[in-house]
């Protein structure tokens, strides 16, 4: 590894200031998970680094009229979090398959999203869940869509003066607000290994109910286009209808229409349109079942 500088700010201004001032040759680093390895690779040669973990701002879940998820919470913080995985299901699903227990006792949400990678397990449940990436910069902070945060394959819209401070969503509804709406997440993925790998494909969905109606259904997918994407086409074939089994088997049809998959060592694009359809299928069955519970 070559050297480098560390610099340890303890607030967002300072980390935003350290990162204008020294441009692309800076790199964030939060647990060091995805960033040490690739260092370590020569794959990013970054001659400054600059320490997330002194800054409180970044810390955290915070549960109100939404979830507020700091981007250096961890994945095991989410794994594990009571409102996380009683209302937040998808998410807490996807926390819990990041790597191992060693793994996700430093890997954070942020370094998950801000990575890149079209594997994140993270962000599909995040964008099932419509959440919002919190970003600040130079001039002050801005808010992004998380369907919208992904621009290519390890490339967000993150500017090199920027970084990702947290992710805000809305509550999904539950009993009593809602008598009547009931919502719903899960997050699977296919590994041909049961840890330690990365998704050959991942999706997440999470839906709503309206007196037996789906009144919105969100789908997201991973590993199968250079971001995660919204299955768009399965969404809406689901929005105002009855969830049946053949409704929802319909959708997963559907879904395959938005993977993109390329081949590779890990498995054909073939297999992974049939992993769509099949793995749609099942996290809106799960979801549906976890709406109703
Ligand atoms: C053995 C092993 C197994 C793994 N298994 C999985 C797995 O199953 N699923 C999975 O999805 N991932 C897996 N990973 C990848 C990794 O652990 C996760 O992506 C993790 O969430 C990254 O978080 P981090 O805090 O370690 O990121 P870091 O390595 O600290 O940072 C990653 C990137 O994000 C940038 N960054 C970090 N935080 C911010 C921020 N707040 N704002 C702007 N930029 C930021 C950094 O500059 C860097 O480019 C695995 C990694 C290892 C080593």
Known sequence: MR????????????????????????????????LLPQMKNGLVKPAVVVDLGGIAAL??????????????ATARELELHPEVRK?????????????????????????????????????????????????????GERRVPLSAFFTGVRQTVLGADELLVALVMPAPPVPPEAGLYVSGGSYIRHTPRRELDIAVVG?????????????????????VAPTPVHATAAERALEGQPLTPERIEQA???????????SDQRGSADFRRHLVRVLTRRTLTAALARARA
């Open 59 to 72: 810390k955290g879940v915070t549960n109100g009229a939404g979830l507020r998820v700091g981007a250096c």
């Open 203 to 223: 999706v997440a969905s999470q839906v709503t109910v309206q007196n037996g109606r789906c009144v919105k259904a969100r789908i997201a997918l991973a590993s």
């Open 87 to 139: 209302r937040y299901t998808a998410l807490a699903d996807g926390a819990a398959l990041v790597g191992s227990v060693q793994v996700r006792n430093l890997a954070t949400v942020g370094g998950n999203l801000c990575n890149a990678a079209p594997s994140a397990d993270m962000a599909p449940p995040l964008m099932a869940l419509e959440a919002e990436a919190v970003i600040a910069g130079p001039k």
């Open 3 to 34: 050297r480098f500088e560390m610099i340890l700010p303890s607030s967002v201004d300072e980390c935003v200031k350290a990162l204008a001032t020294h441009g692309a040759g800076a790199k964030t680093v939060a647990g060091g998970t995805d």
């Open 252 to 262: 997963a049809g559907l879904a395959v229409e938005a993977a993109k998959p390329i």
